[in-house]
């Protein structure tokens, strides 16, 4: 049998194959980050027939202050949940889960966008934009937790089938994890542990949140793939504690590099990453990155290289690609 069509039975996160549309910024949403037609009709159209097992939302605001963009979706406020029901389940109609990732930018905001100085861990310029932000205070840390909790909260009310925590691509967890822009002394700083703190302390608030059986998903930027920045090393060390703290599936991604990574053109070019995270965790790992072929996604299944495969721009530009993808296998 296929190994891209091989159901994933274990865990909380039941799915009947091994395909993932992983989350990528739209800018689709209406005025304040709310869903509107488009945002619907581009769901509508990629979720079609079921084909894709899970679909991951794209990265959606839990503050002004942590915006990235404008047109990003917003999870910040109660008034959004009805709306994001009308997303749920037009995805669960068309037959595919669905999980949202909550996101808070750090340092990669901008004051434009948000109305708010840009925050981070640290007064250290990130590395992809070049803001310099306003470092955190531990009161306000504890809000971005308190955050992150009530978006988790939200989504779980709006009928997705899971939620995803966005730490990778630079962003605010991704910057507290890189040693590159955390330089803090104290227990949200130092050796990989203190970098990890306050994940751990969101993975807890959020499950404290959503219950036992609701699944977290965690998405790592697990190299920086940059002289000095967070290594695999850190990675093994990382996705262990977070398997401990209760995230139910690991989504693996770049760090201060972003999705694509230079010099890296195989399909599956993290792929050297979710091997070695596979080696330590026992929990699902979700691989991604310039995959846009079904055989180079069977061959990275057998080999053992992830669990799960995610087809992020081959889908994004071929809303077909998935129908034919698993029909080609059938």
Known sequence: MSYLLKPLDKGKLTLKNRLVMPPMATSK????????????DYYDEKSQGGYISLIIIEHSFIT?????????????????????????????KNGSKTVMQINHAGSAASLAVTGHEPVGPCAI???????????LTKKEIKDIIGEFKDAA??????????VEIHS?????????????TNKRSDEYGGDVLGRIKIHLEVIKAVRDAVGDDFPILLRLGASDYMEGGST???????????????????DI??????????????????????????????IPVILTGGITDVNAAEKLLSEGKADLIGVG???????????NAIKSLN
């Open 29 to 40: 949403s209406e005025k304040d980050g709310r869903i509107g037609k488009n945002i619907l």
């Open 64 to 92: 002004q202050q942590g915006k990235a963009s404008e047109g990003q979706l917003s999870v910040a406020d109660d008034s959004r949940v009805e709306d994001l029901k009308k997303l749920s389940n037009i995805i669960h």
């Open 125 to 135: 310029a990130n590395p992809r934009i070049g803001n310099v932000p306003k470092e």
């Open 153 to 162: 909260l939200r989504v779980k009310k709006a009928g997705f089938d899971g």
């Open 168 to 180: 990778a691509h630079g962003y605010l967890l991704n910057q507290f994890f890189s040693p590159l």
């Open 232 to 250: 695999i090393e850190d990675s093994k060390i990382a996705a262990l504690e977070f398997e401990k703290a209760g995230v139910d599936i690991l």
């Open 253 to 282: 991604s770049g760090g201060f590099c972003g999705f694509i990574v230079a010099g890296l053109t195989d399909q599956g070019y993290f792929s050297s990453l979710t091997e070695s995270i596979k080696k330590v965790v026992s």
């Open 313 to 323: 721009r081959a889908i994004y530009k071929d809303s077909k690609w998935a129908e």
